[in-house]
């Protein structure tokens, strides 16, 4: 009887998925449905809700977050991609090549995968489009940029992860440098491949002088990279002291050295950062008590036993790879990360795979969700900022999405990738 009250408290759930119904209030009906079924009593789910913020290294997430609305506000990122600009804008797709270096850049000091797509395509893909580029393909490069978003140090979901985990976010940080700039260089090398094919793109004359003066321009964001990796990689910081070290950077930059807002603006800037931020902590909590749950319904052994079934090293990494790929392909990184980490991380470990490389194997399959349909969440960002149809820029993200795919396998099979820089 308990089985079919939970088979159908999970047909309506979906059902509201399905309608749009936000994921928090989808994941949240679903505990406390199935805990009245089970006996789970509710006074725990309170107490877990509260627990499950209650860690020092969370305070980083709202930090980074507000880190990217400041780096945007005081244009410390129009700097960063007129310098990527000026260094490959003489090459066949260099200017596409530019907005995905400025996506990887930007990623170094925000950790958004839907900031960096939005911040940099706001600002590169009318100059593509401008540069003689299909605006289409524009749009697909800004979306596929704004993957390496979750990758690169300082990343939000990494944060995450690393609660979930009790991983060290520090190490998680430093995993993830070399898989994040070879994602970029993949999607560099797709992009030139494809505009040379193609034609499309205006050249620019190859200039040291204009790299130097661009360079010097964007002093700025090269301090606040510095600021987080130096700071991690050296010791100095622990990533919530580099996220608020980063965030006072950003702040007196935008208001004393670039002069771009005023104090005025502030809680305009800090109201954008608190409504991301209100998004993703209850989403946190609530996912704490849905383990608890999920654990006590006896799913976390029944997956175990279905993929340990395959037997073998290589089948069973796949078949978690395929399962994250999957499901990242219909929800957002977050939820992926909260629902499966704590099951096919263990599983991963019975195997003789690194926590941390498999941090980084999960979260880069998780981050290819943002531009596979039919969620992509940044196809939809990109969509929403140019105007173009979603269907319609779908199409010109297949190349990335097939360079990322093998960017990602290069990754799960060779642990030096990610753990050779924490040697």
């Not at 505009?195 to 204009?210: E, T, V």
């Not at 580099?242 to 702040?251: H, S």
């Not at 950062?273 to 749950?293: D, N």
């Not at 969620?375 to 990335?400: D, E, Q």
Request: hydrophobic content about 55%.
């Amino acid at each position: 009887m308990d089985g079919l009250l939970i088979g159908l408290i999970s047909l309506g759930i979906t059902g509201f998925f399905l309608l749009g119904v936000p994921i928090f209030l989808v994941i949240s009906f679903w505990v406390i449905g199935v805990s009245l079924v089970i006996d789970f009593t509710l006074a725990n789910v309170g107490v877990t809700l509260y627990e499950g913020l209650n860690f020092y290294g969370l305070l980083a997430l709202p930090l980074f977050i507000l880190t990217g609305d400041l780096i945007n506000a005081a244009g410390i990122a129009k700097r960063l991609s007129d310098f990527a600009y000026a260094c490959l804008g003489f090459m066949r797709g260099g200017l596409g090549m530019a907005a995905l270096g400025a996506c990887g850049m930007f990623a170094a000091i925000s950790g958004s995968n839907s900031a960096t797509t939005a911040t940099i395509g706001s600002i590169m893909h009318p100059e593509m489009k401008k540069g003689n580029y299909n605006e289409e393909f524009a749009a697909a490069t800004v979306a596929a940029g704004g993957v390496v978003g979750i990758i690169i140090p300082p990343s939000i979901i990494f944060i995450v992860y690393g609660f979930m985990m009790n991983l060290p976010i520090g190490e998680l940080f430093m995993a993830g440098m070399i898989p994040g700039a070879l994602m970029v260089f993949a999607m560099m090398v797709t992009c030139y491949f494809v505009s040379w094919r193609n034609g499309w793109g205006d050249l620019i004359k190859f200039s040291p002088k204009r790299i130097a003066k661009t360079g010097a321009k964007a002093w700025l964001g090269f301090m606040a990279m510095g600021i987080v990796l130096l700071g991690l990689y050296t010791g100095s910081f622990s990533p919530t002291e580099a996220a608020g070290v980063t965030t006072g950077f950003c702040l007196i930059a935008g208001l004393l050295v670039t002069r771009k807002f005023g104090i005025k603006d502030l809680p305009k800037i800090m109201m954008r950062s608190g409504q991301i931020t209100g998004m993703l902590a209850p989403l946190i909590a609530v996912s704490v008590v849905m383990q608890q749950v999920l654990s006590l319904l006896g799913a976390k052994a029944f997956l175990t036993e279905v993929i340990t079934s395959f037997g073998g090293f290589y089948p069973i990494l796949f078949a978690c790879m395929a399962i994250v790929f999957l499901v990242g392909a219909v929800l957002e990184s977050l939820p992926v990360t909260v629902i499966l980490a704590p099951i096919l991380a263990p599983i991963a470990a019975s195997i003789g795979v690194d926590p941390i490389q498999f941090a980084v194997i999960f979260l880069v399959g998780a981050s290819i969700g943002f531009i596979t349909p039919p969620y992509g969440l940044n196809l939809y960002v990109a969509s929403g900022m140019t105007g173009i149809p979603y269907l319609r820029i779908v199409k010109h993200v297949v190349p990335y999405l097939i360079a990322l795919i093998l960017t990602w396998f290069a990754i799960a099979l060779i642990p030096g990738i990610s753990l050779w820089i924490l040697s």
